[in-house]
């Protein structure tokens, strides 16, 4: 027996150090298996979905399940087995041994067939479809290719198909096609019509057929692929077109791929559009530089037209492998699973197809954590090996392990998920490394909550090292994840050390807040001078807290606190604001200047006072202020105006006073605005104040200029030329003339102008009257006379009747009209003549 060594590790592949991932993986079929081939070795081997057949060169044939267990055992020879063959349905076996015999048995019935031969019997295969009456059929291989086919009486018929080309080598069949090779090449015969359809000859002659055996392989009923030496064609059974037959076959054969390997083929097997190739392999030894056996390679190769792409390539350890030849190696697989099993004398590996879980592996293996967990997820429902959870804590782990602690922390979110217990593991872990800092931002803080302690733990951390980092997550996290008290403590406690550390000022002004204890945040929050503070007024309703505070609000934004003050006005009355800003008269006058912009009369009180206010801080606004209140003590306004020599003010409280002729002096004496002083004179229009402006300008050039270009609408400009005294120089006097007389010019067309437009329209109203009284006048049954009352019309239609209807539509029987006193007939309507609304002429007289 062979002793065991480290090539028995589960892992049959070599896979090399590259990134690219193996497509297969390896295990051996233990169990019986290794039993089987402690004392004997295995020399064929059939594979069906339900079961494996094992021929040994003892010759026993075993079946065995999938993991290797042995469930049958058949002594068939006591020398080798060179082949078994299996039907479809797995219920009929056919066996061939050196010694030349050959059984077909049922596994599950009594039927058996046995022949001997006096020469080997390399091969033998059943009909696919055996287990049927009528196909009950076999070939076998030895020197000649035999169809023994059952017939009457239910003796067996031999018949030769093929011979003279030496011995049968292999022979694979698929439906009606049977494809053997021997030391020539390739045939394949169409058992419908019992014809030899191609010859496919083999490449290379000088490799003995029985060293470097030919394999063939059926990848579906069309499509046989042939590997011989070095060499792999892909051929297709092809119908031949009717016109084409002739004598030939009905069918035929065309090569769609050929290409050549590295080494050797000893096994072929199909996966989708790629093949898997079992090479045999020769090598240089290193020590002897002799050529020794080599591991063999399973390969998978894309086929191309000339040539194939290599898609992936393992060498495979398995036992003895120093002391085997090309032809002690088979590929067999089962098709439904997509299993290769790779037959060597001393062992039988099992190839498969790396699933999810094998990727995972890999991608584990290579470290590649963050690959595998998306694989993980993806592929959830599938995956039997790895759970998502283990997966990312071992890529944490790593994360931890290459220093990435902020990217392990912000993986604890999306890892961790709501678990508690491993959150709260994590977080311990980041302690014990120094860096709890990296994993404080990522920490839940709804659904789910960890202990208290959790957050006061991180937020003591960043305290000792870093108040702004502290500060941060203060204002980030709700207050309810910790205990205030303790960190309300600690803060007060480094306080101590800085107490005009802003930050932690700042800080413990929001634990005051979290705490409901408001008037301690507002404190600070003034003295910070800080921006919050208007918004915790509003959100806490801290009205209350502020009344002793107005100053300190004031002097931090007098804009936002006078617009806070007067939005509550209901809550701090205008009074107490005016009281607390006494001292503070700059800032008492921003209040009471802006609530009197608000309402004129809700400061009435304090108008008298914003008079000096409004003098000593805002003189801009003094004037507006006087126009706009009605409570302002005039004389008041005039003392202080008159003080503080404010011409514009005093000028205006003159003339509101009534003292228009003082504050036209003012103007005058003051100012000295001849533009200001007509504009005056125009505002009170007033004869007086014009003659008193004439006469203060008449020695004085500029003025009568001025007055010139000015008051041609409002006074004669003749008054004032006659008092120009002759030889006076007025500067720009001809100007001043032109545009007097210009000015006149254009007064008298205006009234030409709306002369005209008013004989016009008197015109064409006089045309509308004498049309409306050209117009007749309805009367009816319903009509009454203004004097009698009683119906305009008699009611006998053919009594006459003498009626008078007047422009104003007032209608009289004649007889009760008064008889005119006058001179003239014209008779005029009574009650439109009582009124006075002026005579109105009889427009109709109706006889009959």
């Not at 005056?680 to 229009?685: C, I, L, T, V």
Request: net charge negative; with cysteine.
């Amino acid at each position: 027996q062979e002793t065991r060594s480290t090539e028995e590790s589960t892992d049959e592949s070599e896979e090399d150090e590259s990134e690219e991932e193996p497509k297969l993986k390896y295990e051996r079929l233990s169990n019986g298996v290794t039993e089987i081939l402690q004392k004997d070795a295995a020399s064929c081997m059939t594979v069906h979905e339900k079961f494996l057949a094992l021929g040994t060169h003892y010759g026993k044939v075993y079946l065995l399940d999938v993991q290797g267990n042995i469930t049958q055992k058949f002594d068939v020879s006591p020398v080798k087995i060179n082949q078994i063959s299996l039907d479809e349905s797995g219920e009929h076996m056919g066996v061939c041994s050196e010694d030349g015999k050959v059984q077909v048995f049922g596994l599950y019935s009594a039927e058996e067939f046995h022949e001997t031969f006096d020469c080997p019997i390399k091969i033998v295969a059943v009909h696919p479809q055996f287990v049927r009456s009528h196909f009950k059929q076999f070939v076998t291989g030895g020197k000649k290719l035999l169809l023994y086919e059952r017939g009457w009486m239910n003796r067996w018929k031999p018949s030769v198909l093929h011979e003279g080309e030496g011995n049968i080598r292999n022979v694979k069949w698929r439906g009606h096609l049977i494809a053997w090779a021997n030391n020539m090449g390739v045939k394949i015969l169409d058992m419908i019509s019992k014809q030899r359809i191609t010859n496919v000859p083999r490449d290379d002659i000088s490799l003995r057929p029985d060293m470097y055996p030919c394999s063939l392989c059926w990848k579906d009923n069309l499509t046989l692929i042939i590997g011989w030496g070095n060499s792999v064609k892909i051929c297709s059974v092809k119908e031949r077109h009717a016109s084409e037959m002739r004598d030939l076959p009905n069918r035929y054969v065309e090569i769609v791929f050929q290409f050549d390997t590295e080494f050797y083929i000893s096994g072929l097997a199909p996966l989708c559009d790629q093949l898997v190739v079992l090479s045999y392999v020769k090598e240089i030894s290193d020590k002897t530089e002799v050529e020794c056996c080599a591991r063999p390679r399973l390969d998978i190769v894309q086929p191309l037209p000339e040539s194939c792409e290599e898609i992936s390539s393992d060498a495979l350890t398995v036992r003895g492998f120093q002391e085997n030849e090309c032809r002690d190696y088979h590929l067999e697989y089962s098709e439904g699973e997509s299993l290769f099993y790779i037959i060597s004398p001393r062992d039988v590996v099992v190839a498969k197809e790396r699933d999810q879980d094998d990727h995972i592996d890999w991608l584990l293996e290579k470290k590649k954590y963050e690959e595998a967990l998306m694989a993980a997820e993806i592929s959830q429902k599938t995956i039997k090996k790895h759970k998502i959870l283990d997966i990312g804590l071992a890529y944490i782990n790593h994360l931890v392990e290459k220093g990435e602690y902020d990217l392990a922390a912000r993986k604890c979110q999306k890892i961790l998920g709501k678990n508690t217990e491993l959150w709260e593991f994590e977080v311990y872990k980041f302690k014990e490394i120094g860096q709890l800092k990296a994993i404080s931002r990522y920490l839940p803080r709804r659904d789910p909550v960890l202990k208290p302690l959790i957050y006061e733990m991180v937020l003591h951390q960043f305290l000792e090292s870093d108040y702004e980092g502290f500060a941060t997550l203060i204002k980030e996290w709700p207050g309810d994840l910790y205990n205030n008290t303790i960190i309300v403590q600690a803060v007060v406690d480094h306080l101590k050390k800085d107490p005009q550390n802003r930050t932690l000022l700042r800080t413990l002004a929001e634990l005051y807040t979290y705490d409901q204890r408001y008037g301690r945040a507002l404190e600070i929050y003034l003295t910070l001078r800080h921006k919050d503070v208007f918004q915790l007024i509003h959100k806490h309703n801290l009205f209350s807290s502020i009344r002793d505070k107005i100053v300190l609000l004031m002097d931090f934004d007098s804009e936002k606190a006078v617009d806070m003050l007067l939005d509550n006005e209901d809550k701090i009355s205008i009074d107490r604001v005016v009281e607390e800003l006494e001292n503070r008269p700059e800032l008492q006058h921003v209040y009471l200047h802006k609530l009197f912009k608000r309402d004129h009369h809700k400061g009435q009180r304090y108008h008298e006072k914003q008079i000096s206010l409004y003098a000593e801080y805002d003189r801009p606004n003094l004037l507006p202020f006087l126009r706009d209140s009605t409570h302002c003590p005039l004389e008041k306004a005039l003392e202080i105006c008159q003080q503080r020599n404010f011409v514009e003010e005093t000028v205006y409280l003159l003339s509101r006073m009534g003292n228009s002729r003082s504050a036209l002096k003012m103007i005058m004496e003051e100012l000295q605005d001849v533009d200001k002083a007509i504009e005056f004179a125009k505002e009170q229009d007033d004869g007086e104040l014009w003659e008193d402006l004439i006469l203060y300008s008449i020695d004085k050039p500029p003025f009568i200029t001025g007055l010139l270009n000015n008051i041609g609408t409002h006074v004669d400009p003749i008054l004032l030329i006659h008092r120009i005294k002759e030889g006076m120089e007025i500067p720009n006097l001809r100007d001043s003339l032109v545009k007097i007389l210009q000015d006149y010019n254009l007064q008298i067309l205006l009234r030409e102008g709306c002369k005209k437009i008013l004989v016009a329209d008197s015109l064409s109203l006089l045309k509308k009257m004498h049309r409306t009284q050209m117009k007749g006048v309805l009367v009816d049954e319903e009509n009454i006379c203004e004097s009698c009352l009683s119906p305009i019309l008699p009611s006998d239609a053919s009594r006459s009747f003498n009626v008078v209807v007047f422009h104003c539509r007032h209608m009289f029987h004649k007889e009760c009209l008064p008889v005119s006193n006058t001179v003239s007939s014209v008779q005029f309507c009574n009650i439109c003549s009582a009124k006075h609304r002026g005579p109105g002429s009889a427009i109709l007289e109706m006889k009959k």
